[in-house]
């Protein structure tokens, strides 16, 4: 399809174990995002790359958490160590920022990966 | 700082009607507004978006207003219909490229 894809849709992983997500941006899209909303809770910004390069990383939570994009598309989102706290829905987002106009820099989201940290 | 606030949690209203669905912020730095409906279990969906630069955008039965000075932003859904239950959330960013900023959402009910 052409839309914002993610993988897994649901991840049950143990507290201390590394978990990876992936996500896959509509193609075309220069910019990715990563949010999360945990439960009861709105969403919540985590990173945003431009390219390859992270120019905001201002809501990754702790130093357990990083992400990468390369090639321009594909992201991967890791968490080391998983807390019961990182409980999560994670979705992914992409837009096509710098167009004539503000339309083209709205962003379309991804159906998300369910995390269960036991 | 919550910098982009939906103060109501929740919303019924009877299929046909009108629906109105509140936002307000408060970083006068957002030029570029979204709305997003959420489904249980999927991802958001963007609705309509607005530029600071207008006031009103019209996309078929959505609407979203915007009163720069009050830093308040609407949407209209009419006629409501009961496929549009779901959660709404309002979102501005501050530039191109920039992250979004999400309020808190309010689900809304439509009653057939």
């Known amino acids: 399809g052409a839309g914002v894809s993610q993988s897994p849709s649901n991840k049950v992983t143990e507290k201390g174990k590394d978990v990876e997500l992936r996500c896959d941006p509509i193609?075309?899209?220069?910019?990715l995002y990563w949010y999360r909303q945990s439960l009861g809770q709105g969403l919540e910004f985590l990173i945003y790359?431009?390219?390859?390069?992270?120019?905001?990383k201002s809501g990754l939570p702790s130093d357990r958490f990083s992400a990468e994009r390369t090639g321009g598309s594909v992201s991967t989102l890791t968490i080391q160590r998983t807390q019961q706290e990182d409980s999560a829905v994670y979705l992914c987002?992409?837009?096509?920022?710098?167009?004539?106009?503000?339309?083209?820099?709205?962003?379309?989201f991804g159906p998300g990966t369910r995390l269960t940290v036991l | 700082d919550q910098q982009v606030k939906q103060n109501s949690p929740s919303l019924s209203v009877q299929e046909g009607r009108i629906s109105i669905l509140n936002c307000d912020y408060t970083?006068?730095?957002?030029?570029?507004f979204l709305w997003y409906k959420k489904y249980p279990a999927e991802g958001p969906t963007f609705l309509i978006s607005?530029?600071?630069?207008?006031d009103k955008n019209e996309d078929g039965r959505f609407t979203v207003f915007l009163n720069k000075s009050a830093k308040h932003l609407s949407l209209h859904i009419v006629p409501s219909q009961p496929g549009d239950s779901a959660v709404y959330f309002c979102?501005?960013?501050?530039?191109?490229?920039?992250?979004?900023?999400f309020g808190g959402g309010t689900r809304v009910l439509v009653k057939p």
């Open positions: 987002a992409s837009s096509f920022p710098g167009g004539t106009t503000r339309s083209t820099d709205t962003q379309y």
């Open positions: 193609s075309g899209h220069t910019a």
């Open positions: 790359f431009q390219g390859n390069s992270a120019p905001d």
């Open positions: 970083n006068s730095m957002f030029d570029y």
């Open positions: 607005i530029s600071s630069i207008k």
């Open positions: 979102a501005a960013s501050k530039a191109a490229g920039n992250k979004l900023t």
